[in-house]
Protein backbone atom coordinates (compact mmCIF):
# COMPACT_ATOMS: atom_id res chain seq x y z
CA UNK A 1 0.00 0.00 0.00
CA UNK A 2 1.10 3.61 -0.42
CA UNK A 3 2.64 5.69 2.46
CA UNK A 4 2.74 9.15 3.76
CA UNK A 5 6.02 11.06 2.84
CA UNK A 6 7.26 14.16 3.92
CA UNK A 7 9.97 16.05 1.18
CA UNK A 8 11.48 19.49 0.79
CA UNK A 9 10.05 20.65 -2.53
CA UNK A 10 11.69 22.68 -4.82
CA UNK A 11 9.95 26.50 -2.81
CA UNK A 12 11.64 24.44 0.13
CA UNK A 13 8.50 24.23 2.29
CA UNK A 14 8.15 20.25 3.95
CA UNK A 15 5.36 19.06 2.10
CA UNK A 16 3.00 15.39 2.92
CA UNK A 17 2.87 12.97 -0.55
CA UNK A 18 1.46 9.30 -0.49
CA UNK A 19 4.00 7.09 -2.22
CA UNK A 20 5.37 3.76 -2.65
CA UNK A 21 8.59 2.24 -1.35
CA UNK A 22 10.82 0.45 -3.72
CA UNK A 23 9.92 -3.33 -2.09
CA UNK A 24 6.69 -2.38 -3.08
CA UNK A 25 6.55 -2.41 -7.00
CA UNK A 26 6.78 -5.15 -9.35
CA UNK A 27 8.23 -6.10 -12.85
CA UNK A 28 6.25 -9.67 -13.43
CA UNK A 29 2.98 -10.04 -14.58
CA UNK A 30 0.49 -12.40 -12.46
CA UNK A 31 -1.77 -12.77 -9.73
CA UNK A 32 0.95 -11.96 -6.81
CA UNK A 33 1.61 -8.25 -8.70
CA UNK A 34 -1.93 -7.18 -8.35
CA UNK A 35 -2.16 -3.27 -7.26
CA UNK A 36 1.27 -3.60 -6.93
CA UNK A 37 2.79 -0.74 -8.82
CA UNK A 38 5.19 -1.34 -12.05
CA UNK A 39 8.81 -1.20 -12.23
CA UNK A 40 10.20 -0.83 -15.89
CA UNK A 41 13.26 -3.33 -16.57
CA UNK A 42 16.59 -1.91 -16.93
CA UNK A 43 15.91 -0.91 -20.54
CA UNK A 44 13.01 1.11 -19.52
CA UNK A 45 10.12 -1.56 -21.00
CA UNK A 46 7.50 -3.64 -19.39
CA UNK A 47 8.28 -7.28 -19.02
CA UNK A 48 5.29 -8.82 -21.81
CA UNK A 49 3.84 -10.54 -19.23
CA UNK A 50 2.13 -7.56 -17.54
CA UNK A 51 0.26 -7.57 -21.30
CA UNK A 52 -2.67 -9.41 -22.08
CA UNK A 53 -2.30 -9.08 -25.76
CA UNK A 54 -5.94 -11.18 -26.52
CA UNK A 55 -7.66 -7.85 -24.95
CA UNK A 56 -6.26 -5.55 -27.18
CA UNK A 57 -8.81 -4.06 -29.97
CA UNK A 58 -7.15 -2.48 -33.04
CA UNK A 59 -10.43 -0.58 -33.10
CA UNK A 60 -9.31 1.01 -30.49
CA UNK A 61 -5.49 1.98 -31.55
CA UNK A 62 -4.37 4.79 -33.08
CA UNK A 63 -1.82 5.88 -35.29
CA UNK A 64 -2.20 2.56 -37.29
CA UNK A 65 -1.84 4.46 -40.72
CA UNK A 66 1.33 4.94 -40.13
CA UNK A 67 2.08 1.12 -40.88
CA UNK A 68 5.11 0.28 -40.20
CA UNK A 69 4.25 -3.70 -39.64
CA UNK A 70 6.08 -4.94 -42.96
CA UNK A 71 5.09 -8.46 -42.40
CA UNK A 72 1.20 -8.06 -43.08
CA UNK A 73 -0.65 -7.92 -46.42
CA UNK A 74 -2.18 -4.13 -47.70
CA UNK A 75 -5.66 -4.33 -48.59
CA UNK A 76 -4.93 -1.82 -51.06
CA UNK A 77 -2.40 -3.71 -52.89
CA UNK A 78 0.82 -1.51 -52.10
CA UNK A 79 3.01 -4.01 -50.52
CA UNK A 80 4.41 -6.50 -52.84
CA UNK A 81 5.22 -10.19 -51.49
CA UNK A 82 8.36 -10.90 -50.64
CA UNK A 83 7.90 -15.10 -50.65
CA UNK A 84 5.50 -17.87 -52.57
CA UNK A 85 2.28 -18.10 -51.03
CA UNK A 86 0.16 -20.70 -49.94
CA UNK A 87 -3.39 -21.04 -49.58
CA UNK A 88 -4.08 -23.80 -47.66
CA UNK A 89 -6.60 -25.33 -50.23
CA UNK A 90 -8.60 -22.27 -50.60
CA UNK A 91 -9.31 -19.88 -53.37
CA UNK A 92 -9.07 -16.59 -54.43
CA UNK A 93 -12.47 -15.68 -55.82
CA UNK A 94 -14.12 -12.87 -57.48
CA UNK A 95 -10.99 -12.69 -59.24
CA UNK A 96 -10.34 -9.70 -61.90
CA UNK A 97 -9.74 -10.58 -65.48
CA UNK A 98 -6.31 -10.73 -66.22
CA UNK A 99 -5.28 -7.91 -69.33
CA UNK A 100 -1.35 -7.92 -69.17
CA UNK A 101 1.47 -9.94 -69.33
CA UNK A 102 2.17 -11.05 -65.80
CA UNK A 103 -1.27 -10.65 -64.84
CA UNK A 104 -3.48 -13.64 -63.15
CA UNK A 105 -6.40 -15.59 -65.18
CA UNK A 106 -9.31 -16.47 -63.57
CA UNK A 107 -11.27 -19.63 -63.98
CA UNK A 108 -13.25 -18.15 -66.55
CA UNK A 109 -10.93 -16.38 -68.65
CA UNK A 110 -9.09 -20.42 -68.51
CA UNK A 111 -12.37 -21.64 -70.01
CA UNK A 112 -12.70 -19.24 -72.93
CA UNK A 113 -9.45 -20.11 -73.58
CA UNK A 114 -9.69 -23.81 -73.43
CA UNK A 115 -13.10 -23.39 -75.66
CA UNK A 116 -10.87 -21.40 -78.23
CA UNK A 117 -8.04 -24.35 -78.18
CA UNK A 118 -10.85 -26.89 -78.74
CA UNK A 119 -12.55 -25.24 -81.60
CA UNK A 120 -9.42 -24.13 -83.34
CA UNK A 121 -6.12 -26.14 -83.32
CA UNK A 122 -7.91 -29.19 -82.33
CA UNK A 123 -11.43 -29.42 -84.16
CA UNK A 124 -14.54 -31.38 -84.17
CA UNK A 125 -15.43 -33.28 -87.55
CA UNK A 126 -18.12 -31.67 -89.86
CA UNK A 127 -20.71 -33.11 -91.33
CA UNK A 128 -20.29 -31.74 -94.59
CA UNK A 129 -19.06 -29.18 -96.90
CA UNK A 130 -21.82 -27.00 -98.21
CA UNK A 131 -22.55 -23.52 -100.03
CA UNK A 132 -25.86 -23.01 -97.83
CA UNK A 133 -27.27 -23.78 -94.46
CA UNK A 134 -28.89 -26.59 -93.82
CA UNK A 135 -32.46 -26.93 -93.07
CA UNK A 136 -33.79 -28.11 -89.55
CA UNK A 137 -29.88 -28.47 -87.99
CA UNK A 138 -29.41 -29.32 -84.57
CA UNK A 139 -27.66 -28.01 -81.90
CA UNK A 140 -24.02 -28.75 -82.73
CA UNK A 141 -24.35 -29.47 -86.08
CA UNK A 142 -21.16 -28.03 -87.71
CA UNK A 143 -20.58 -27.42 -91.16
CA UNK A 144 -17.60 -26.30 -93.50
CA UNK A 145 -18.73 -22.74 -95.87
CA UNK A 146 -17.25 -23.33 -99.23
CA UNK A 147 -17.72 -21.11 -101.85
CA UNK A 148 -19.94 -19.50 -103.18
CA UNK A 149 -22.35 -20.04 -100.38
CA UNK A 150 -25.56 -18.13 -99.71
CA UNK A 151 -28.39 -17.74 -97.41
CA UNK A 152 -26.86 -17.75 -94.04
CA UNK A 153 -23.60 -18.73 -94.85
CA UNK A 154 -23.43 -15.95 -97.94
CA UNK A 155 -19.93 -14.28 -96.62
CA UNK A 156 -18.65 -16.91 -94.82
CA UNK A 157 -16.59 -18.78 -97.02
CA UNK A 158 -13.60 -21.05 -95.20
CA UNK A 159 -15.43 -20.73 -92.20
CA UNK A 160 -16.39 -23.56 -89.90
CA UNK A 161 -20.64 -22.37 -88.62
CA UNK A 162 -21.55 -24.68 -85.76
CA UNK A 163 -25.15 -24.47 -85.08
CA UNK A 164 -26.16 -23.40 -81.49
CA UNK A 165 -29.33 -24.19 -81.25
CA UNK A 166 -30.90 -20.61 -82.59
CA UNK A 167 -28.71 -19.43 -85.01
CA UNK A 168 -25.32 -20.35 -86.33
CA UNK A 169 -22.10 -19.32 -84.77
CA UNK A 170 -18.95 -19.31 -87.29
CA UNK A 171 -15.78 -19.98 -86.38
CA UNK A 172 -12.49 -18.52 -88.46
CA UNK A 173 -9.62 -20.74 -89.06
CA UNK A 174 -5.92 -19.90 -88.19
CA UNK A 175 -3.18 -21.59 -90.60
CA UNK A 176 -2.24 -25.41 -89.61
CA UNK A 177 -5.41 -26.22 -88.91
CA UNK A 178 -7.39 -29.63 -89.73
CA UNK A 179 -10.81 -30.67 -90.26
CA UNK A 180 -12.12 -33.88 -91.18
CA UNK A 181 -15.50 -34.58 -92.62
CA UNK A 182 -17.84 -37.05 -92.11
CA UNK A 183 -18.42 -38.60 -95.50
CA UNK A 184 -14.65 -38.44 -96.21
CA UNK A 185 -13.39 -40.89 -94.80
CA UNK A 186 -9.79 -41.14 -96.76
CA UNK A 187 -8.91 -37.25 -96.28
CA UNK A 188 -8.45 -34.43 -93.51
CA UNK A 189 -8.89 -30.61 -94.97
CA UNK A 190 -5.73 -28.61 -94.12
CA UNK A 191 -5.97 -24.25 -93.85
CA UNK A 192 -2.94 -23.02 -95.66
CA UNK A 193 -3.74 -19.49 -94.72
CA UNK A 194 -5.93 -18.77 -97.44
CA UNK A 195 -7.58 -21.90 -98.41
CA UNK A 196 -8.71 -25.79 -97.06
CA UNK A 197 -6.08 -28.00 -99.08
CA UNK A 198 -7.08 -31.92 -99.21
CA UNK A 199 -4.26 -34.17 -97.08
CA UNK A 200 -4.92 -37.49 -98.41
CA UNK A 201 -3.63 -40.58 -96.09
CA UNK A 202 -3.96 -44.45 -96.53
CA UNK A 203 -2.86 -47.21 -93.79
CA UNK A 204 -0.10 -49.03 -95.90
CA UNK A 205 0.64 -52.44 -94.61
CA UNK A 206 3.02 -55.04 -96.04
CA UNK A 207 0.22 -57.55 -97.89
CA UNK A 208 -1.06 -54.67 -99.67
CA UNK A 209 3.06 -54.73 -101.27
CA UNK A 210 4.30 -51.62 -99.83
CA UNK A 211 5.31 -50.25 -96.63
CA UNK A 212 5.30 -47.39 -94.43
CA UNK A 213 9.21 -46.25 -92.88
CA UNK A 214 8.98 -42.92 -91.03
CA UNK A 215 7.28 -40.71 -93.71
CA UNK A 216 8.32 -42.87 -96.93
CA UNK A 217 6.64 -45.17 -99.06
CA UNK A 218 8.43 -47.82 -99.93
CA UNK A 219 8.06 -51.47 -101.82
CA UNK A 220 7.26 -54.16 -99.82
CA UNK A 221 9.43 -56.81 -101.21
CA UNK A 222 9.05 -60.23 -101.39
CA UNK A 223 11.48 -62.85 -102.84
CA UNK A 224 9.78 -65.27 -106.01
CA UNK A 225 7.11 -62.56 -106.81
CA UNK A 226 8.71 -61.99 -110.38
CA UNK A 227 10.00 -58.07 -108.50
CA UNK A 228 13.54 -58.14 -107.20
CA UNK A 229 15.65 -55.28 -105.61
CA UNK A 230 18.91 -53.99 -107.43
CA UNK A 231 20.43 -51.79 -105.41
CA UNK A 232 17.15 -49.26 -104.16
CA UNK A 233 15.51 -50.02 -107.43
CA UNK A 234 12.83 -52.42 -108.17
CA UNK A 235 13.30 -54.74 -111.11
CA UNK A 236 12.05 -57.86 -112.49
CA UNK A 237 13.58 -61.27 -112.09
CA UNK A 238 13.30 -63.06 -115.75
CA UNK A 239 14.05 -66.44 -113.39
CA UNK A 240 10.47 -66.63 -111.83
CA UNK A 241 8.27 -66.13 -115.26
CA UNK A 242 10.03 -69.53 -116.72
CA UNK A 243 7.54 -72.25 -117.90
CA UNK A 244 5.07 -69.32 -118.83
CA UNK A 245 6.41 -68.48 -122.35
CA UNK A 246 9.23 -66.77 -121.34
CA UNK A 247 13.03 -67.04 -119.84
CA UNK A 248 16.14 -65.49 -118.57
CA UNK A 249 17.68 -64.82 -121.98
CA UNK A 250 21.01 -65.45 -119.89
CA UNK A 251 22.04 -61.56 -119.11
CA UNK A 252 18.86 -61.00 -116.74
CA UNK A 253 17.11 -59.74 -119.00
CA UNK A 254 13.09 -61.04 -119.72
CA UNK A 255 12.73 -62.45 -123.10
CA UNK A 256 10.23 -64.75 -125.23
CA UNK A 257 10.72 -68.05 -125.01
CA UNK A 258 10.75 -69.39 -128.82
CA UNK A 259 10.26 -72.68 -130.06
CA UNK A 260 10.88 -74.67 -132.82
CA UNK A 261 6.67 -75.50 -133.76
CA UNK A 262 3.83 -72.92 -133.64
CA UNK A 263 1.06 -75.40 -134.67
CA UNK A 264 -2.40 -75.11 -132.70
CA UNK A 265 -1.87 -78.65 -131.41
CA UNK A 266 1.29 -78.55 -130.31
CA UNK A 267 2.49 -79.30 -126.65
CA UNK A 268 4.97 -76.20 -126.77
CA UNK A 269 2.55 -73.68 -128.95
CA UNK A 270 2.90 -70.78 -126.05
CA UNK A 271 6.60 -70.54 -127.45
CA UNK A 272 7.82 -69.73 -130.63
CA UNK A 273 11.90 -69.46 -132.56
CA UNK A 274 12.28 -66.05 -134.18
CA UNK A 275 14.53 -67.99 -136.59
CA UNK A 276 11.75 -70.10 -137.63
CA UNK A 277 9.48 -67.18 -138.57
CA UNK A 278 12.59 -65.81 -140.94
CA UNK A 279 13.35 -68.90 -142.27
CA UNK A 280 12.51 -69.60 -145.99
CA UNK A 281 13.15 -73.41 -145.78
CA UNK A 282 9.81 -76.09 -146.24
CA UNK A 283 7.84 -75.92 -143.24
CA UNK A 284 9.27 -72.81 -141.60
CA UNK A 285 8.75 -68.66 -142.47
CA UNK A 286 5.13 -67.64 -143.75
CA UNK A 287 3.90 -71.30 -143.53
CA UNK A 288 3.88 -71.17 -139.61
CA UNK A 289 2.21 -67.85 -139.11
CA UNK A 290 -1.28 -68.43 -138.83
CA UNK A 291 -4.03 -66.51 -141.29
CA UNK A 292 -7.78 -65.35 -139.45
CA UNK A 293 -9.77 -65.59 -142.25
CA UNK A 294 -13.54 -65.74 -141.02
CA UNK A 295 -15.34 -65.39 -144.14
CA UNK A 296 -13.92 -68.11 -145.54
CA UNK A 297 -12.16 -66.74 -148.87
CA UNK A 298 -9.36 -68.87 -148.72
CA UNK A 299 -8.41 -73.24 -148.44
CA UNK A 300 -5.35 -72.06 -146.52
CA UNK A 301 -4.83 -71.66 -142.71
CA UNK A 302 -1.02 -70.35 -143.18
CA UNK A 303 -0.14 -67.11 -144.85
CA UNK A 304 2.48 -69.36 -147.37
CA UNK A 305 -0.83 -70.99 -148.62
CA UNK A 306 -2.80 -68.14 -148.61
CA UNK A 307 -0.01 -66.38 -151.03
CA UNK A 308 -0.26 -69.32 -153.55
CA UNK A 309 -3.85 -69.12 -153.71
CA UNK A 310 -3.81 -65.68 -154.68
CA UNK A 311 -1.21 -66.23 -156.92
CA UNK A 312 -2.90 -68.58 -158.68
CA UNK A 313 -5.91 -65.88 -158.84
CA UNK A 314 -3.85 -63.23 -160.66
CA UNK A 315 -1.95 -65.72 -162.83
CA UNK A 316 -5.73 -66.97 -164.33
CA UNK A 317 -6.94 -63.44 -164.33
CA UNK A 318 -4.23 -60.85 -164.71
CA UNK A 319 -0.52 -60.81 -165.42
CA UNK A 320 2.16 -58.38 -165.37
CA UNK A 321 3.95 -56.67 -167.95
CA UNK A 322 6.65 -53.57 -168.04
CA UNK A 323 5.17 -49.93 -169.04
CA UNK A 324 6.77 -48.90 -172.29
CA UNK A 325 7.52 -45.42 -172.95
CA UNK A 326 4.81 -42.73 -172.16
CA UNK A 327 3.25 -45.34 -169.50
CA UNK A 328 0.13 -46.13 -168.77
CA UNK A 329 -3.91 -45.29 -167.35
CA UNK A 330 -6.16 -47.49 -165.19
CA UNK A 331 -7.99 -48.85 -167.68
CA UNK A 332 -6.22 -48.71 -171.11
CA UNK A 333 -6.79 -51.34 -173.46
CA UNK A 334 -3.40 -52.20 -173.93
CA UNK A 335 -1.26 -53.96 -176.65
CA UNK A 336 2.08 -55.65 -176.16
CA UNK A 337 4.38 -53.25 -177.96
CA UNK A 338 8.08 -55.16 -177.38
CA UNK A 339 9.17 -58.11 -175.53
CA UNK A 340 7.55 -58.23 -172.41
CA UNK A 341 6.26 -54.54 -172.56
CA UNK A 342 2.70 -53.02 -172.98
CA UNK A 343 1.83 -49.41 -174.02
CA UNK A 344 -1.97 -48.02 -174.17
CA UNK A 345 -3.70 -48.87 -178.13
CA UNK A 346 -4.25 -45.13 -178.68
CA UNK A 347 -4.63 -45.72 -182.66
CA UNK A 348 -7.27 -48.04 -183.08
CA UNK A 349 -6.90 -48.03 -187.01
CA UNK A 350 -3.93 -50.23 -186.73
CA UNK A 351 -4.43 -54.15 -185.85
CA UNK A 352 -3.24 -54.46 -182.92
CA UNK A 353 -4.05 -57.16 -180.62
CA UNK A 354 -5.88 -55.90 -177.19
CA UNK A 355 -5.02 -58.19 -174.43
CA UNK A 356 -6.79 -56.46 -171.71
CA UNK A 357 -6.94 -53.54 -169.62
CA UNK A 358 -4.61 -51.82 -167.02
CA UNK A 359 -5.39 -52.18 -163.38
CA UNK A 360 -3.34 -49.50 -162.59
CA UNK A 361 -2.05 -45.84 -163.91
CA UNK A 362 2.20 -46.68 -164.18
CA UNK A 363 5.23 -44.63 -165.53
CA UNK A 364 7.35 -46.31 -168.03
CA UNK A 365 9.61 -49.16 -166.35
CA UNK A 366 7.11 -49.35 -164.20
CA UNK A 367 5.11 -53.30 -163.62
CA UNK A 368 1.40 -52.78 -164.48
CA UNK A 369 -1.05 -55.87 -164.18
CA UNK A 370 -3.04 -56.41 -167.48
CA UNK A 371 -6.89 -57.81 -166.23
CA UNK A 372 -8.56 -60.27 -168.70
CA UNK A 373 -11.36 -61.76 -169.23
CA UNK A 374 -14.17 -62.27 -166.05
CA UNK A 375 -12.23 -59.93 -163.97
CA UNK A 376 -13.47 -56.37 -162.47
CA UNK A 377 -12.05 -53.12 -162.91
CA UNK A 378 -13.05 -50.94 -160.03
CA UNK A 379 -13.80 -47.39 -159.99
CA UNK A 380 -13.26 -47.09 -163.52
CA UNK A 381 -16.53 -45.41 -164.56
CA UNK A 382 -18.98 -42.55 -163.89
CA UNK A 383 -22.73 -42.81 -163.68
CA UNK A 384 -22.82 -46.24 -165.07
CA UNK A 385 -26.02 -48.23 -165.86
CA UNK A 386 -25.44 -51.64 -165.21
CA UNK A 387 -25.29 -53.50 -168.56
CA UNK A 388 -23.63 -51.06 -170.55
CA UNK A 389 -21.93 -52.63 -173.14
CA UNK A 390 -18.65 -50.62 -173.03
CA UNK A 391 -16.00 -49.90 -175.99
CA UNK A 392 -12.57 -48.77 -176.79
CA UNK A 393 -12.40 -45.19 -178.65
CA UNK A 394 -8.44 -45.33 -178.71
CA UNK A 395 -8.15 -43.13 -175.32
CA UNK A 396 -10.83 -44.29 -173.55
CA UNK A 397 -13.69 -46.81 -172.77
CA UNK A 398 -17.33 -45.62 -173.97
CA UNK A 399 -20.73 -46.92 -174.36
CA UNK A 400 -21.14 -45.97 -178.24
CA UNK A 401 -19.25 -48.21 -180.79
CA UNK A 402 -17.00 -46.34 -182.87
CA UNK A 403 -17.93 -46.67 -186.10
CA UNK A 404 -15.15 -44.11 -188.35
CA UNK A 405 -14.19 -45.88 -191.62
CA UNK A 406 -10.98 -47.66 -190.85
CA UNK A 407 -10.77 -47.97 -187.19
CA UNK A 408 -10.74 -51.41 -185.41
CA UNK A 409 -13.44 -52.19 -182.89
CA UNK A 410 -12.64 -53.31 -179.26
CA UNK A 411 -15.54 -54.70 -177.02
CA UNK A 412 -13.85 -54.23 -173.50
CA UNK A 413 -16.08 -55.12 -170.95
CA UNK A 414 -20.30 -54.64 -169.43
CA UNK A 415 -20.92 -52.71 -166.63
CA UNK A 416 -21.25 -54.33 -163.19
CA UNK A 417 -22.49 -51.06 -161.47
CA UNK A 418 -22.20 -47.45 -161.79
CA UNK A 419 -18.22 -47.57 -161.11
CA UNK A 420 -17.18 -51.26 -161.82
CA UNK A 421 -16.58 -52.56 -165.44
CA UNK A 422 -16.65 -56.57 -165.14
CA UNK A 423 -13.73 -56.71 -168.09
CA UNK A 424 -14.29 -58.78 -171.45
CA UNK A 425 -11.76 -57.92 -174.24
CA UNK A 426 -13.48 -58.78 -177.65
CA UNK A 427 -12.89 -57.94 -181.28
CA UNK A 428 -15.84 -56.96 -183.22
CA UNK A 429 -14.95 -55.97 -186.94
CA UNK A 430 -12.94 -53.07 -188.82
CA UNK A 431 -15.37 -50.74 -189.82
CA UNK A 432 -15.34 -50.27 -193.75
Same mark, same amino acid.
Given at each position: ?11 ? =? ?10 ? =? ?108 ? +? ?18 ? &? ?9 ? @?????? @? ?13 ? /? ?8 ? !? ?126 ? @?? &? ?80 ? !???? +? ?14 ? /????
Amino acid at each position: MSKKFYYLDASG =FVTESEAFESVD =FTNVGGIGSANKPVLLDATGKLDSSMINFGAIDHGGLSGLGDDDHTIYIKADGTRAFTGNQSLGGFKITSLANGTTTNDAVNYGQLQAVVSQIANLEFQDSVIDRVTVNP +GSPSTGDRYLVIATATGAFA &GQENKIAEFNG @TSWDFI @TPTTGMFVSVDDEND /KLYYFNGSAW !VEKYFEATTASLGAVKVGMDIRLDYVPGGGIKLVGNQAAIEPNDFAGNGLIDDGSDNLAIDWATIFTIDSADAKALRASDLASTSAGLGASIVGVQDANGYFLANNQEDVNDELYMLIKEFGNKYTVG @TG &GVTKGDLLYISANNTVLPYDDITIGNRGIGLALTTEIATSQVVVLANDTILTGVLSGATAGTVYYWDGSTLVSTIPNTSGQY !VWRV +GVAKNATDLHVEVEFV /KKNA
